[in-house]
């Protein structure tokens, strides 16, 4: 998942009979759009309280935010690999299982436990919130032949003269993801920490020389045909998707789509976690359980776009014929790449400060020098 979002702030003084009623104030640091606006205001009234989402742009800043204690959040929805880098620099709590009454341990779908247990030294701070993977978004707008391609072809694309003279390539401005998109292509593991390959693989984005970078606005561009090629998340093409559908612009659904290569691809997952800057644990525990129930997930899923996480969740929308339309998209389904992909089906995973320190120079030679 990595987008642009917006800030909701909501504060209510209520004055009766010259008294006034105090609301606590859940914080919680997301991305937009990546829950159900209807679920907040459920938890809001059943709570009694006012939940805030203050929204970031990518992972990094996520971190940044927590670093810095620029507000107190009371949860985070970070990717796995943030998750593990924020564990080790201590800005995590360790969350009590017992507080959630909804938890249990083999309730999550069991090839995304195998990816969790591979990095089990910090599975005790969060919980499974949505998972997906990298795809390639494409239009046929403009160029028909350009499915065939991408299919065909997968990440080469962005790198290789194979799509048709004057297409307009975008790539996703994230450091880490543009770095896997290069890297996938090579046949670079995502977590290495070589510095030649590193540097390669980002030689390789700047001559690529793609001829727009955005988050957000990539699946809008692409779907309304601005835009012939974009790196995304899986999920992206689904907000697209479910956009449409509800207006009923079936005619603009057939004209673009997404394809996740399955032979080697990021498989990520996002979870649930309390930064120690939480000052409402009690309320934030109530969140995590309200968002674990089987009903509010299914919600959740139907609002986000995202392949759920829980197994009673996701073997529901696998076996109904009303989700018959999303669930027969591969891209939908991590499970497909983990089963292809085996070991080539990749987490990204913390790769150390000085790593990052490199990462983060040569995508600013790529994006600015």
Partial sequence: MKKIYYLISLVVIIFTLGSCKYYKELIILNWQDYISYDLIEAFEEKNDCIVTELAVTSNEQMYSDILNRRVPYDLAIPSDYMIHKLRNNNLLEKLDFSKLENYQEDMFVEELRELMNANNEYIDYFVPYFWGSLGIMYSTKNYPEIEDIVKEH??????EDLLPKGSVVAMYDSSRDSL?????YLGYSLNTKDETEIKTA???IKDANFTYWGTDDLKIGVSAGNIDVALVYSGDYFDAYYSDLEAED??????YGIYAPTKANNVFYDGICMPITSAEKDLAYKFIDFMLDFDNSLTNTDAVGYCPTLQSVYDYIFNSEDYI???SIEAYNPVLIVNEAKNKAEVYKDLGNETYKL????????KYI
């Fill in 359 to 366: 990462i983060e120079s040569e995508y600013t030679k790529v």
């Fill in 202 to 204: 980002f030689n390789l």
């Fill in 180 to 184: 896997a998109c290069a890297e996938l």
């Fill in 154 to 159: 997968g990440f080469a694309v962005f790198f």
């Fill in 250 to 255: 079936y005619a603009k659904l057939e004209s």
């Fill in 325 to 327: 339309d999303i669930t």
